[in-house]
C-alpha cells in the first residue's frame, strides 16, 4: 500500500472512530489479522471493562476473558463467537447471546449482536465491526414471561399475525388437548383450527386478521387421537419479542359436557322408572308443596287428571281426608324431610278414600328442593283384617278360653288398624278400673270380680261401664284386646306370666 493509500484509509478509520464514538450502541472493530483495534464507550460499558486493553488483545483473548452461550444455555465454542464469524467474513443479524465474564461469572449481559464488513478499493476485508445492543432488561422481562406462560394452568398457544402460525404453547394446552408442543409450534391456525365448530368463526378469523381481541366464544376443539372436546376459545393481541401475535386461551368444558349428559341420562332413567312404576307417585316442591309431576298410577289411584294435580297444592287438592292429616304431613316433612308408611286417609275423585301407607322422601331437581312421595293403598287388606277381627270378637263373648298368644296376635292386628288407639293410656283410669280390667283380662265374670274385690255387682258393672267408656270399646274382648295392646295382663296373669 503506498504511502498516500495508507494514509487515507488511516483519515476514513478515524472519521469512522469520530462517527461511532458517541452511538448508544457498543461497536467493536476488529482487523483481518484478528487484532481488536478500537471499541466504544458503549461497547467497553456492554462488558464491564473500562480499557480496550480489557477487551483482549485479540479474537482469542476476547474468548479466553468472556464466555458466551446462546439462550438455551447451549455454550459457544471456539469458530461460534460472533466475533470467529465476523473475521471468517460472515455478515449476520440479530444473533442474540449471554456474556458472561471469566473474572466474574455471576454476572451476565445478553447482547444482540450484528456485523459489518467494510471492504477495501479490491473488494477485500479492510475492517471488521461488530455492532452490540444491550437487550438485558428485555431478556429479563422475556423470561418472566416465559415462566408465567408456561407456569399458568389455563391452557393458551400464541401465534404470529404475519404470519398466522403458533410459535408458544404452554403445558396447560398440551394437558387439554394430548398434543406435543412439535406438534402445534409452526402450525398455521388453519392446521389447527381453535375456532372450529364456532358460530362466530367467520367474525373471529376477520379479527385476528385485524389483530384485535376477539371475544370468547364455544368451539369444538380437533385432537390429535381424533374426536374434538369443547372449549371455550378468546385472543388477545399481545407483543412478544417485538413481534405483533395473538395470545389465545382456553377453558375446558368436556367436564362440564360430560357432567350434562350424565345428568340428562340420569333424568330420563329417572322419569321412565317414575313414570313406568304401578306405585302412585309424585314429585312436589318442598316449600309449598306443590305438584310438580305425577305418575299414570297415581292418576288412576286418585281419578284426577293431571291437569286437576299440576302446579296446584296437595291442600288446594283436598288429597287427604281431613286438613289434619295434611297438617300431620307438612308437618313431618317440614322437621325431617322423611316420612315412612304413615297411614292417611287418600281423597278420591269418585268413591269412597282410601286407606294408604304413605312414604316421602327429599331430593332436588336442578337445585329445586323437591318431596317425592308414593302412596301404598292398604283399603283391601285392611278391610280383611277389620272382618277378620270383627268375626274373632263375635265369639270372645266368654274370652277365657282363648290362649294368650291368641290375644297378643290379635292385638298385633288390632294395633295395626286403631291410629287413634293411643289417645287414652292406663294411667288415665282408675286404680278400681284397672283392677276391674286386669281381673277381666284373667277371664273372670263380672260377679266373679266383685267377689274378688270385694264389692257389689253393680258396683263392679258401674265401673266396667266407666272403663268401655274411656277407652273407646263396647265389648269385653275389646278391652282385652285393648289390655293386651299395652302389655297389661292384669296381677294374676302377670305373676302367671313371669312364673
Not at 457498543?26 to 481488536?36: A, F, H, N
Not at 387421537?225 to 407483543?239: M, N, R, T
Request: glycine share 6%; hydrophobic share 40%; proline share 3%.
Amino acid at each position: 500500500m503506498t504511502d498516500d493509500a495508507s494514509l487515507a484509509t488511516q483519515t476514513n478509520r478515524k472519521q469512522l472512530q469520530q462517527i461511532i464514538t458517541g452511538l448508544s450502541e457498543g461497536v467493536i472493530l476488529v482487523e483481518p489479522d484478528q487484532r481488536i483495534v478500537w471499541a466504544n464507550e458503549s461497547a467497553l460499558q456492554l462488558h464491564g471493562v473500562e480499557a480496550i486493553e480489557d477487551l483482549g488483545a485479540d479474537v482469542g483473548a476476547y474468548r479466553e476473558r468472556f464466555a458466551l452461550r446462546y439462550r438455551n444455555n447451549h455454550r459457544l465454542q471456539a469458530g461460534n463467537y460472533p466475533i470467529d464469524r465476523v473475521i471468517a467474513g460472515e455478515t449476520f443479524s440479530d444473533v442474540i447471546v449471554e456474556v458472561i465474564p471469566a473474572a466474574d461469572p455471576d454476572r451476565c449481559w445478553v447482547h444482540r449482536v450484528r456485523s459489518l464488513v467494510l471492504t477495501d478499493a479490491r473488494g477485500e476485508p479492510d475492517c471488521l465491526v461488530l455492532i452490540i445492543a444491550d437487550i438485558t432488561e428485555w431478556a429479563s422481562a422475556e423470561q418472566r414471561f416465559e415462566k408465567t406462560f408456561n407456569a399458568n394452568p389455563a391452557p393458551a398457544v400464541i401465534c404470529r399475525l404475519d404470519d398466522l402460525r403458533y410459535i408458544k404453547v404452554n403445558q396447560g394446552f398440551m394437558e387439554m388437548t394430548g398434543y406435543a408442543r412439535d406438534d402445534v409450534i409452526g402450525r398455521s391456525v388453519y392446521e389447527l383450527d381453535v375456532f372450529e365448530g364456532a358460530e362466530a368463526r367467520k367474525a373471529a378469523i376477520e379479527k385476528l386478521g385485524e389483530g384485535v381481541t376477539i371475544p370468547q366464544m364455544q368451539a369444538e376443539l380437533s385432537l390429535p387421537g381424533g374426536g374434538s372436546k369443547l372449549v371455550i376459545v378468546a385472543g388477545q393481541p399481545i407483543e412478544v419479542g417485538e413481534e405483533d401475535c395473538m395470545l389465545f386461551s382456553f377453558m375446558d368444558l368436556e367436564p362440564r359436557r360430560k357432567a350434562e349428559d350424565a345428568l340428562r341420562q340420569s333424568e330420563e332413567r329417572f322419569a321412565k322408572a317414575f313414570q313406568m312404576t304401578p306405585v302412585p307417585t309424585l314429585v312436589c316442591s318442598a316449600d309449598t308443596l306443590r305438584v310438580i309431576e305425577v305418575n299414570e298410577a297415581f292418576v288412576t289411584t286418585t281419578e284426577l287428571a293431571p291437569e286437576e294435580l299440576l302446579g296446584k297444592s296437595l291442600d288446594e287438592i283436598g288429597l287427604f281426608e281431613d286438613r289434619a292429616a295434611h297438617s300431620r304431613l307438612q308437618a313431618a316433612l317440614r322437621d325431617s324431610g322423611v316420612l315412612r308408611s304413615t297411614e292417611f286417609r287418600i281423597h278420591r275423585k269418585h268413591g269412597a278414600p282410601l286407606d294408604c301407607l304413605v312414604s316421602a322422601d327429599s331430593f332436588a331437581i336442578h337445585g329445586t328442593p323437591c318431596h317425592l312421595m308414593a302412596l301404598l293403598d292398604i283399603t283391601d287388606r285392611k278391610r280383611s283384617e277389620m272382618e277378620l277381627v270383627g268375626a274373632i270378637e263375635t265369639v270372645m263373648q266368654d274370652a277365657s278360653w282363648f290362649s294368650q298368644t291368641l290375644i297378643e296376635k290379635l292385638a298385633n292386628v288390632r294395633r295395626g288398624n286403631a291410629p287413634g288407639a293411643e289417645a287414652v293410656a292406663l294411667a288415665d283410669l282408675t286404680a278400681r278400673e284397672r283392677d276391674a280390667l286386669g281381673l277381666m283380662c284373667e277371664g273372670l265374670s263380672d260377679k266373679e270380680i266383685a267377689t274378688r274385690l270385694g264389692l257389689a255387682t253393680n258396683t263392679v258393672r258401674n265401673h266396667v261401664a266407666s272403663l268401655y267408656s274411656k277407652i273407646d270399646v263396647h265389648s269385653r274382648a275389646e278391652a282385652i284386646v285393648w289390655a293386651r295392646e299395652r302389655g297389661y295382663f292384669g296381677s294374676g296373669a302377670s305373676s302367671q306370666k313371669s312364673g
